[in-house]
């Protein structure tokens, strides 16, 4: 296990761009991606960015599987996403409940693009292209904003729909809180 500190809102680094990764298939490539999964594991999250790390690289990697905590919530396959570009597919946004592990305790209510299109690189360079809809289109668009400096919060249309998740509980199903990301 190798479970690296997650910077907080407020590092410079997450508002910065992150670099394009050049290089595939390094151990140095490999063992960062081994961190970046055991530290999303270690604080349940369903996605994490490399600045969330402290790492300025163009990397994310994100996946639900079946969570008790989230028995509606729609899964996500695992990914590990490389250089990744989103286009959108449809005009349509949602609203929904967002957390980040860089903004702990903290919940927004953002707009997403609900359908969109990615690509990207697998570890070893490999293409990845999918179309994604719901919960999953919306992670992809929370972690690759992570690479643009972006942090939901800004995103939030009215700042009334932004508080603290304890607080938010008295009046919102806890599955409506969403995952951190
Ligand atoms: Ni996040």
């Known amino acids: 296990m190798a479970v690296q ?14 670099k394009e990764v050049e290089n595939f298939a390094t151990a140095e490539l490999e063992q960062l991606i081994i961190d970046m999964k055991d530290t999303m594991a270690a604080l349940n999250g369903a996605g994490l960015a490399a600045p969330q ?32 570009e989103i286009s959108i597919i449809a005009p349509e946004r949602d609203s929904a409940w967002e957390g980040c592990l860089s903004v702990p305790h903290l919940r927004g209510l953002v707009p997403r693009y609900t359908s969109i299109r990615y690509r990207g690189y697998d570890t070893q360079g490999n293409l990845i292209e999918r179309e994604a809809h719901g919960f999953h289109a919306r992670v992809v668009q929370h972690e690759v904003d992570h690479l643009d400096g972006i942090l939901y919060p800004t995103r939030i249309e009215d700042l009334k729909d932004f508080g603290y998740e304890d607080a938010l509980m ?3 199903d806890e599955s409506e809180l969403e995952e951190e990301l």
């Not at 500190?5 to 992150?18: C, N, Y």
């Open 170 to 172: 008295q009046s919102h």
């Open 53 to 84: 790390i402290a790492v300025s690289l163009r990397i994310v990697i994100f996946g639900v599987s079946e969570n008790p905590r989230y028995p509606d919530a729609d899964s996500v396959p695992e990914t590990v996403l490389i250089n990744p």
């Open 5 to 18: 500190e997650v910077i907080k809102m407020g590092h410079p680094l997450l508002l910065a761009r992150a």
